[in-house]
């Protein structure tokens, strides 16, 4: 069933963040909270868990992937640029 809700400004900019944050629809969201104000739980329970975003890739200027790095490799490159340089 639709229906027509009327909110204050700050409260819809808020509906609207909470719900890109969470990654999903604002009706879901709102859905949501309608449900666990009715049926007593708690929102943060009864929300939808989103997928995980996809980690990003890094590609060099050629289109070709790079490849994954260790954590002790990324590490390795930081010390590298924090390196004091001589000229």
């Keep these: 069933m639709r229906t027509t809700l009327d909110l204050p400004d700050p409260l819809f900019c808020e509906l609207k963040a ?17 449900e666990a104000g009715i049926y007593g739980r708690s929102a943060a329970t009864s929300q939808p868990r989103s997928a995980r975003s996809a ?10 992937t ?3 790095l260790s954590n002790a490799q ?7 640029t924090d390196a004091p340089r001589s000229r």
């Design 18 to 34: 909470q719900a890109a944050r969470q990654h999903v629809k604002m009706k879901d969201l709102l859905k949501t909270y309608v």
């Design 55 to 64: 980690l990003p890739v890094a590609r060099r200027a050629t289109g070709k």
């Design 66 to 68: 790079i490849r994954a």
């Design 74 to 80: 990324i590490q390795q490159l930081l010390d590298e």
